[in-house]
């Protein structure tokens, strides 16, 4: 099972430390999920999500404030004793001396946000599920055009980093070349990004290693970005028979996930780039509801209609 370091987490997200002595560095997280322990600081502990990191906000923080020193030590030491990860106070709370020993006593990490808690949560949420999620290497280049992440596909030598570089000429931003990294945060969302080795370098045969972001500058790389187009680049086959409607839309799979996919023939004088623009804001047109090939086929079924009308 995958999983986070906590010191990860604290860098990432910014977190203070309130238990410094405390060993945090051989604790993961496995859970994508959070838990605000409401019911657990009241006395029930039945169905305690006891994996998942537990974020305290106003709501259990007064709650605690407002019980005697008695019962707020008791309530926090069943809560903390039961193994948890860590905890972590939002909306710029934060533990007191009685509620620190008890984390020291049982060693669990206590961390503090300025974020409000619905804010957190949601932040926390969002980057665990892109850590924790299912995750495969393939081998492509990712570029960001005009907003679409294209993923470039197709035999080693075909073109793919020189297709790339031409689309990072022309304004658009690469995310991965060579190896891609993919992860399903969601049944309809996949994420890629490039392996911590080779981020913002780019292979071209004949003159080895460039270096994008030093190059053409922080402006033409990206860490991250969604699938959405699969362009599969083959050499030209003469006895092939290509689609050149367009009317039906083909697919490729990953992890689960359907991605939109256009094969694409190489040919000698082919501006790959601009094929490759071309069916980025295609792909957004046809999401924001508008087929070309559609509007084609509409108008020629019209224009036989009235022909026929007119005999």
């Known amino acids: ?64 404030m407002h019980l005697t020193r008695e019962e707020k030590i008791k309530s926090y030491e069943g809560f903390i004793s039961k193994g948890i990860p860590c905890v972590v106070f939002t909306t710029q709370t934060t533990a007191d001396e009685d509620m620190l020993e008890l984390a020291e006593k049982y060693k669990v990490p206590t961390l503090q946000s300025d974020r409000t808690t619905s804010n957190f949560m949601a932040e926390i949420i969002r980057w665990l599920n892109v850590q924790l999620a299912p995750c495969i290497s393939i081998h492509g280049v990712l570029v960001d055009v005009y907003g679409e992440g294209v993923l470039i596909m197709g035999e080693s030598g075909i073109g793919k980093s020189e297709t790339a570089l031409e689309l990072i000429k022309r304004g658009h931003r690469l995310v991965s070349d060579d190896v891609v990294e993919l992860r399903k945060v969601s049944d309809e969302t996949l994420v890629g990004s490039a392996p911590d080795i080779t981020r913002h370098f780019i292979e071209l045969r004949g003159i080895g290693i460039i270096d994008v972001k030093t190059l053409f500058g922080v402006g033409s790389v990206k860490n991250t970005q969604s699938i959405d187009l699969v362009i599969k680049l083959e050499e030209w086959d003469r006895d092939k028979e290509y689609d050149r409607l367009g009317l039906e839309q083909k697919y490729t799979e990953f992890l689960g996930n359907k991605v939109a996919c256009h094969g694409i023939p190489i040919r000698p004088g082919r501006n790959l780039a601009i094929i490759v623009e071309s069916a980025a804001v295609n792909h957004r047109q046809k999401k924001m509801g508008y087929n070309a090939a559609q509007e084609l086929y509409n108008r020629v079924q019209a224009n036989m209609t009235r022909k026929r009308e007119d005999r």
Request: hydrophobic share 40%; proline share 5%.
């Open 1 to 64: 099972m995958k999983a986070v370091e906590l010191s990860k987490i604290i860098e990432t997200l910014n977190l203070k430390n309130l238990t410094p002595d405390i060993d945090h560095d051989q604790i993961k997280i496995e859970m994508p999920d959070i838990n605000r322990p409401a019911l657990q600081l009241a006395g029930y502990l039945e169905h305690f999500a006891t994996e998942r990191v537990q974020i305290i906000g106003y709501v259990e923080y007064t709650y605690l």
